[in-house]
């Protein structure tokens, strides 16, 4: 397996809260991604960075903000929570930005909840 | 933009083989892949194919690519219990590079 860890794994929070979910990886993969799982919509890409200090905006990209410090460490912020924000939240890496057949590998996931 | 459906759902009998159905709308992708996320983990690539391959066969799975209908499948065969799982398929986009998924189909194996 790949060696990407995400923290927290569950997080239950109120709406208007902050909430940073951290992805980290041990790969030292250039390309690093945030997507979220929700029932019907298969993955959606959020935001995803091609280096360090370098992010893109993906398909659902409101209300999120991402910040890359560190080529291993991915953070993802939701600045004031929404419920709608509630899903799984699942961390990729990938070596290249273009299609191979290494493509893309994922965390195990945060759940996070917004009541 | 780009475009990958899948059907939700489908059961089959242990032993049996299952088939599961993706169509996507970008001609021009390089890479199809298949993911299997067991229940409260991750997607883990389950196998890929080239767009220049018609069939592509992996110990008991096989993947199907007609170009012409946009249309991949993916075949178990011999379905077993640990395979039941929702199997994503994702497709490569030309453009962006980027994966786009499906909505993920639920595989259920009865014994």
């Known amino acids: 397996d790949a060696g990407i860890t995400q923290s927290p794994r569950h997080k239950v929070t109120e709406t208007g809260t902050p909430v940073t979910l951290r992805c980290h990886q041990t790969?030292?993969?250039?390309?690093m991604y945030w997507y979220r799982q929700d029932p019907g919509h298969g993955l959606r890409l959020i935001h995803y960075?091609?280096?360090?200090?370098?992010?893109d905006k993906g398909e659902v990209s409101d209300g999120y903000s991402v910040s890359r410090s560190k080529t291993e460490d991915f953070l993802l912020t939701l600045e004031s929570a929404t419920s709608s924000q509630t899903s799984v939240y699942f961390c990729?890496?990938?070596?290249?930005?273009?299609?191979?057949?290494?493509?893309?590998?994922f965390g195990p996931g945060t759940r996070l909840t917004v009541l | 933009g780009e475009d990958v459906e899948q059907s939700l759902f489908l059961s089959v009998r242990e032993g049996d083989s299952s088939v599961i159905n993706c169509t996507y709308t970008d001609s021009s992708s390089t890479y199809l892949y298949w993911y299997k996320q067991e229940p409260g983990a991750g997607l883990q690539l389950l196998t890929y194919i080239f767009s220049n391959m018609d069939m592509k066969q992996d110990q008991r799975l096989t993947v199907l690519l007609n170009k012409k209908d946009k249309h991949l499948s993916l075949r178990i065969a011999d379905t077993q219990t640990g395979d039941s799982a929702i199997y994503f398929c994702a497709v490569a986009s030309s453009n962006t590079g980027k994966l786009i998924f499906g909505q993920g189909t639920t595989l259920q194996v009865k014994p």
């Open positions: 960075s091609y280096g360090v200090k370098d992010t």
């Open positions: 790969e030292n993969h250039r390309y």
């Open positions: 990729a890496i990938s070596e290249s930005r273009q299609p191979t057949s290494d493509t893309q590998y």
